[in-house]
């Protein structure tokens, strides 16, 4: 699974200004590990 920066910036924009739930901050806790993961690959 392959984001677009601008996709991923948006989403850390989202979680910075604070408008997100915790389902919000969970996806992209789970977005952000996939990238690492694959980084690591």
Known sequence: ???SP???S???DAIRAGN???VLRDAMALVL???IE???A
Do not use: W
């Open 1 to 3: 699974m392959a984001l």
């Open 6 to 8: 601008s996709a991923l």
């Open 10 to 12: 948006e989403l850390l």
């Open 20 to 22: 997100g739930s915790d």
């Open 33 to 35: 590990q996939e990238l």
């Open 38 to 40: 694959l980084e690591a």
